[in-house]
């Protein structure tokens, strides 16, 4: 739960978080100290209950046009956030980020498939046999994806895992970067990919496929965040094996959220969980 309160101090943002997010309100206040003005620093957090108070700096980027220029100013800024944490998995992961590291990945998917196919023929997560050995049939793509990855120049670094225009606020100064916030569906993972919401979104925005040059562009200027490491057009062959991985990110994402859920709040969103692994099992192209 989010809300907007009016304060005799201006318009502060109260957030609420559910049962399985409880970690954002300290990985905010630790990231932001790290990047003070790509981040909202909240202004009081209540980590055993999950309360965050932070500062409302306005309006987000999806109330604007979805303009390419726009996306682009918005992934660039994501990448310039990531390109600064680089350097502090120890003090986020204390912080409670969970590290979902490539190399370990092809594990985590084989163990989410025995863990669903484990499950009653009635439990909500459950997934029949069959369902489970169709969906192994791509652990060679999802095991070729983490070694291209692996063997990639990008290290590792906060990754997203939700980031679209509404996870970003409208600068006050045309020249500033959009402070970005919201990071419960966060992992120290492959950055690249917190690519895969904001290409779902541009194709949406734009009607076009996910090669269409206005994505392209948007694309290119996150990827020239990383300059260290290659030029955009070396690192866009990271990319594709990011966005294969990404779905792995999500589903443990909602496992967490329903870890302690009511059996009605697991009806309800069971679906939305498995539906990373349905996928993954979809073979790529």
Known sequence: MHVRVRTDAGQLFFKALAPGQLFEARLTAAAASLAPEQLVMPMAIDPERGWMLSPDYGATLDELAPTPELWARALGSLGRLQRSLVAYEDTLFDAGLQIMDPQWLPEEFNNALMLHASLPADHPLGIPAR??????????????????????????????????????????????????????????????????????????????????????????????????????????????????????????????????????????????ALEPLAVLATPSM
């Open 131 to 272: 369902d489970a050995d169709h969906a192994f049939e791509v652990f060679g793509e999802i095991e070729q994806a983490c070694q291209q990855l692996g063997a990639g120049p990008i290290p590792l670094s906060l990754e997203h895992g939700s980031f679209d225009l509404r996870r970003a606020f409208v600068p006050t100064d045309e020249m500033a970067a959009p402070r970005l916030l919201n990071l419960s569906d966060a992992h120290w993972a492959h950055p690249f990919a917190s690519l895969g919401r904001a290409i779902d979104r541009m194709r949406i925005d734009f009607r076009a496929e996910s090669d269409d040059p206005r994505i392209m562009q948007a694309i290119g200027t996150y990827l020239a965040e990383w300059s260290d490491y290659g030029t955009p057009d070396e690192l866009y062959e990271l990319v594709a094996p990011a966005l294969r991985i990404a779905p792995l990110h999500i589903h443990e994402t909602w496992l967490r959220l329903l870890a302690d859920a009511e059996t009605s709040d697991m009806r309800r969103w069971a679906p939305q």
